[in-house]
């Protein structure tokens, strides 16, 4: 089955600051998805990517994806309070609207 | 903004007896799916459904679980005799159409069973 890993599991970073997420899987994907999920909550979708190499932006958060379609990062820059909760990254392996295949989640907290 | 909302929120129920959970899907979309998450793990699919009929199904969705488009607008997940591993968040997804391919999901019921 698809294995994602994402990195760090948790995060603690001060407002304002810079901060990566990483999501690595172990083959070739058709799609990566970025979701946000506040604890007991819903799955907020953020951004999908599909080619090798595409960088997409939505306000302060970046997503890429690199040429090999393996690797993704999630960068969020000059953190606030609101952007903390758990950021998810799934993959489609297939296409086609199919299954996702989530990692295990990053827990983000943001300190005043 | 159009959303997918689920009901219950929350519920609570003994061991073996039937659940039904209730997805609105966003108006509109024609793919839909049902994910579970059990509390510290991670989002797992369960199932999807498009035209009417299954399109796919972990080994998770045994045949305890059913899933029904009653009318035009709701989707259910039947859990016919509840088991205490079936304590999870049950998140509702949707998606438009071939082409658009990113799933929304619902704010989840969280359910219980005792």
């Known amino acids: 089955s698809q294995e994602l890993e994402q990195s760090p599991q948790s995060l603690i970073v001060q407002e304002g600051k810079n901060l990566t997420i990483n999501c690595t899987s172990s083959k070739t994907l058709y799609g990566l998805y970025w979701y946000k999920q506040k604890y007991g909550e819903g799955l907020i979708f953020l951004m999908m990517?599909?080619?090798?190499?595409e960088e997409k932006s939505h306000e302060k958060i970046t997503a890429k994806l690199d040429e090999k379609k393996q690797q993704s990062s999630l960068h969020i820059t000059a953190s606030q309070p609101s952007h903390a909760g758990i950021y998810l990254c799934g993959a489609d392996r297939r296409g086609g609207g199919n299954k996702l295949t989530f990692g295990t989640g990053t827990q983000l907290k943001v300190e005043l | 903004e159009p959303e997918v909302t689920q009901t219950p929120s929350h519920q609570v129920t003994q061991m073996g007896q039937e659940v039904i959970l209730r997805c609105v899907p966003i108006s509109n979309h024609l793919y839909f799916y049902w994910y579970r998450q059990i509390l510290g793990q991670k989002v797992e699919f369960l199932v999807s459904f498009y035209n009417n009929e299954i399109s796919e199904k972990s080994e998770i969705f045994d045949d305890q679980f059913s899933v029904e488009r009653p009318d035009g607008s709701n989707f259910t997940l039947k859990i016919r005799s509840t088991k205490l591993e079936d304590s999870a968040m049950y998140f509702c997804?949707?998606?438009?159409?071939?082409?658009?391919?990113?799933?929304?999901f619902g704010p989840g019921t969280r359910l219980l069973v005792l």
């Open positions: 990517l599909q080619k090798g190499g």
């Open positions: 997804a949707s998606r438009d159409s071939y082409r658009q391919e990113t799933q929304y």
